[in-house]
C-alpha cells in the first residue's frame, strides 16, 4: 500500500516507521508527513507524541481524532521545506492538506514550524 503522506513509497518503509519509533523521522519533513499520515489514520497518541510538550494540545486529543475520523482525507502537497535536514534542529514545512468536509473539498494551508531535541524531531506549531 502506497503511504498516506504521497512519498510514493509503501506506509511500511516510510510513515510506519515514525509511528513506530519517532526517532524514524530523520527530518522535518518526514515528520510533518508522519503526522499529516498520523491525521488520515487518527492517530490521536502519535499525533501528541510528535507535538512538542510546549505546544502539546492533550486537552483537545479526543476531538483532534474525532475530526481526522470524520474528514475524508485527499492528499498531501509539500510546498517548500526551509533547513529541517538531519543536521538541523529546527526548521520549517510549508504544505497544503486536501480533505472532504461535508461535501467539498477544503484546504489546510500551513507553514509549520518543528524543532530537534535529543534526536528527535516534534511540530511546535505555526512558523512566525
Given amino acids: 500500500m502506497d503511504c498516506y503522506c504521497g512519498s ?5 518503509n516510510c510513515c510506519q516507521k515514525a509511528h513506530i ?5 530523520k527530518t522535518a519533513e ?7 499520515a498520523a ?8 499525533l501528541m507524541e510528535s507535538h512538542h510538550p510546549s505546544t502539546r494540545p492533550i486537552k483537545e486529543k ?6 481526522a475520523k470524520y474528514v475524508e482525507w485527499i492528499k498531501l502537497e509539500v510546498l517548500e521545506t526551509t533547513k529541517g ?10 504544505f497544503q492538506a486536501y480533505f472532504y468536509e461535508k ?8 507553514k509549520s514550524a518543528f524543532v ?4 528527535t524531531w516534534f511540530y511546535l506549531g505555526l512558523s512566525k
Fill in 103 to 110: 461535501g467539498k473539498v477544503e484546504i489546510i494551508y500551513e
Fill in 8 to 12: 510514493l513509497k509503501t506506509y511500511s
Fill in 30 to 36: 518526514q515528520l510533518m508527513r508522519s503526522r499529516y
Fill in 21 to 25: 519509533n519517532i526517532t524514524e523521522a
Fill in 62 to 67: 479526543a476531538s483532534i481524532v474525532k475530526w
Fill in 85 to 94: 535536514t538531519e543536521t538541523d534542529t529546527e526548521g520549517t514545512v510549508t
Fill in 39 to 46: 491525521f488520515v489514520k487518527a492517530d490521536g497518541d502519535y
Fill in 116 to 119: 530537534k531535541e535529543n534526536n
